[in-house]
């Protein structure tokens, strides 16, 4: 039997990290890494000295589902550790992002990670660990930032759902809520007055956020914010009226974005 950890979004930010932190538990698991620049993840496994496979995939395809789930189908594997981290986001007037961009938030941020978790299932065992990568923009609705934050609230509401799901079976799922952090995510996220607008809410390492997700699996808990502006956010998304709450971020951010 093999043990395996897979990781979407492996190729850059956050899925990366989670490869060298991971690495430091490692008991003759392997890595297998799904992103679109295969070279990287290859290079990654050299340079980490691990061994695994690296599917060089677009997860807004369909059919890429299906090349993971005949992988996995073909190998006596048990999954370990699951991360989803591939995503994207677009910052802007909704009217003016475009309809492939709108839709690919969509089908990345959501459906791919509805459907990797799906086809992992059968393959996860007492004491796996399921890592979804929300955000601090699932807690509230953002002007501006709609499709990204809706989405990102749809993977909060999935993951904890699921993780009091599969509790009985002792499987654990994690939802973290990150600040902005440095990575190739502002690289697509916008015009850079708008990314700039984005970041002044606070950065954070991206090696605090997975630290802190791993030590929050740990504890058991279902939810890892590792920044104090995604607590105070937090909790003014429980405290507040949304409404007014919304209109306060509107009348901030129309002249900015």
Not at 110 to 131: D, E, H, N, Q, W
Request: aromatic share 8%; charged share 25%.
């Amino acid at each position: 039997m093999k043990k395996i950890h897979l990781i979407t979004g492996a190729s850059s930010g956050m899925g990366m990290e989670f490869v060298r932190q991971l690495k430091g538990s490692v008991n003759d698991e392997e890595f297998w890494l799904i992103a679109r620049r295969k070279e990287k993840m290859e290079a990654l496994l050299r340079q980490e000295g691990l061994r695994g496979r690296a599917f060089g995939l677009d997860l807004t395809q369909t059919e890429s589902f299906q090349e993971i789930k005949q992988a996995l189908a073909l190998e006596d594997v048990r999954i370990i550790t699951l991360v989803n981290a591939a995503g994207y986001g677009k910052i802007g007037d909704f009217k003016d992002i475009s309809e492939k961009d709108a839709l690919g938030m969509v089908d990345l941020n959501c459906r791919a990670l509805l459907a990797i978790t799906k086809l992992s299932l059968p393959y996860l065992v007492r004491g796996s660990v399921i890592y979804q990568f929300a955000s601090v923009a699932a807690f509230l609705p953002q002007p501006y930032f709609a499709v990204y934050a809706a989405g990102k609230a749809f993977v909060l509401s999935f993951s904890r759902a699921l993780n009091q799901e599969l509790k009985r079976y002792g499987i654990q799922v994690v939802a973290i809520c990150p600040n902005p952090v440095e990575t190739e995510f502002f690289q697509r996220a916008g015009v850079e007055k708008e990314v700039n607008l984005i970041k002044k809410i606070g950065m954070e390492p991206k090696e605090k956020v997975v630290a802190t997700a791993i030590k929050r699996a740990k504890r058991g808990k279902d939810i890892s914010i590792s920044h104090y502006t995604a607590k105070t956010i937090y909790l003014i998304s429980r405290l507040l009226p949304h409404g007014f709450v919304l209109r306060m971020e509107e009348k901030f951010l129309r002249s900015k974005v």
